[in-house]
């Protein structure tokens, strides 16, 4: 059952989910300025005046997504630096400390358009929350399935799109950024994933009649 809180994983079809995602994807990119573009963030080889090594990098399994980490020497366990890149839709981020994180734009390249994981086994989950005015779509997470197993799996370490529809954010392994600095490539990108989403998934009237009978509760 679903609280006033709680969030819950739906696999949806039909209209009314439909209607949903729609109706947050104009949300979430409502009023959404032009954005400066940017190439990827350089990282320097120096933090806090000693030497950093590269700790290898992890890419998504349709190569659209790459997290790579830095850290002193032999202390890979304990990364100083991390960065997240999206090569379609355009945007990486860099952790210089847990409390910075520098976040830019890049024009996508044509080749680009391979990395869009509509194209592969694509896996979709949507975090919801119940509230007094009916059910409201919080989050949208997208990654690269492996065959057809869509579960959510954190031990897989794999790495998913995720889209913070609350703050307005497109985030990759807890590195998030503002979806109005997208790129104008990358915010049409992004609002086709939003609005083609609810057709790969399966919200029936199961779960909306469930969340309707917690309400009255």
């Given at each position: 059952?679903?609280?006033?809180?709680?969030?819950?994983?739906?696999?949806?079809?039909?209209?009314?989910?439909?209607?949903?995602?729609?109706?947050?994807?104009?949300?979430?990119?409502?009023?959404?300025?032009?954005?400066?573009?940017?190439?990827?963030?350089?990282?320097?080889?120096?933090?806090g005046g000693q030497d950093t090594i590269a700790c290898g990098e992890q890419v998504s399994l349709d190569n659209?997504?790459?997290?790579?980490?830095?850290?002193?020497?032999?202390?890979?366990?304990?990364?100083?630096?991390?960065?997240?890149?999206?090569?379609?839709?355009?945007?990486?981020?860099?952790?210089?400390?847990?409390?910075?994180?520098?976040?830019?734009?890049?024009?996508?390249?044509?080749?680009?358009?391979?990395?869009?994981?509509?194209?592969?086994?694509?896996?979709?989950?949507?975090?919801?929350?119940?509230?007094?005015?009916?059910?409201?779509?919080?989050?949208?997470?997208?990654?690269?399935?492996?065959?057809?197993?869509?579960?959510?799996?954190?031990?897989?370490?794999?790495?998913?799109?995720?889209?913070?529809?609350?703050?307005?954010?497109?985030?990759?392994?807890?590195?998030?950024?503002?979806?109005?600095?997208?790129?104008?490539?990358?915010?049409?990108?992004?609002?086709?994933?939003?609005?083609?989403?609810?057709?790969?998934?399966?919200?029936?009237?199961?779960?909306?009649?469930?969340?309707?009978?917690?309400?009255?509760?």
């Amino acid at each position: 059952m679903c609280g006033r809180d709680d969030t819950r994983k739906l696999k949806t079809h039909g209209l009314l989910a439909r209607a949903i995602l729609i109706g947050c994807a104009s949300v979430l990119l409502l009023g959404m300025e032009s954005a400066s573009l940017a190439h990827e963030l350089a990282v320097p080889s120096q933090c806090g005046g000693q030497d950093t090594i590269a700790c290898g990098e992890q890419v998504s399994l349709d190569n659209r997504l790459v997290m790579q980490q830095w850290a002193a020497p032999g202390d890979c366990q304990k990364p100083t630096r991390t960065r997240v890149t999206d090569r379609f839709l355009g945007f990486t981020c860099l952790e210089e400390t847990t409390e910075v994180t520098h976040c830019r734009s890049f024009l996508p390249d044509r080749d680009s358009r391979a990395f869009d994981t509509a194209e592969y086994n694509r896996c979709i989950d949507i975090g919801v929350t119940d509230s007094e005015d009916g059910v409201v779509v919080t989050r949208m997470r997208e990654w690269a399935g492996v065959k057809a197993n869509c579960e959510w799996d954190p031990s897989l370490q794999l790495l998913a799109l995720e889209v913070d529809f609350k703050f307005r954010q497109v985030c990759i392994a807890d590195l998030c950024m503002a979806a109005n600095r997208l790129s104008v490539v990358g915010r049409l990108r992004l609002r086709r994933a939003i609005s083609t989403a609810f057709p790969e998934l399966d919200l029936t009237a199961n779960v909306v009649n469930e969340l309707a009978e917690t309400r009255r509760r």
